[in-house]
């Protein structure tokens, strides 16, 4: 007989394991701990879980906040932020 995998929370760890989830009958399964919610069929639906917020709040706003772009700043090679643009180097540079 072959076991059904249970399904384990992607945040949560015990015991060095993912923690398994509880699966409600409608299908929707539920970390007891975090509040993570994954509905397998569902495509649209986004966990509110704390953590899945933090992950999705970052990922959006990760590209205002990279380096190299026009008006930003890049890490010279001895670690000093210097202005991108090469006409904007100031002197000692």
Not at 58 to 84: D, E, N, Q
Request: charged share 20%; aromatic share 12%.
């Amino acid at each position: 007989m072959a076991t059904q995998k249970k399904p384990r929370c992607p945040y949560c760890i015990l015991e060095a394991q993912f923690r398994t989830m509880r699966v409600l009958e409608n299908g929707r399964q539920i970390c007891e701990h975090c509040g993570h919610i994954i509905f397998p069929q569902d495509y649209a639906f986004w966990c509110p879980c704390q953590k899945c917020v933090d992950v999705n709040f970052s990922l959006k706003y990760s590209r205002f906040f990279s380096t190299g772009r026009a008006g930003g700043s890049v890490r010279s090679r001895y670690g000093r932020a210097r202005p991108s643009h090469p006409n904007l180097h100031t002197c000692g540079e």
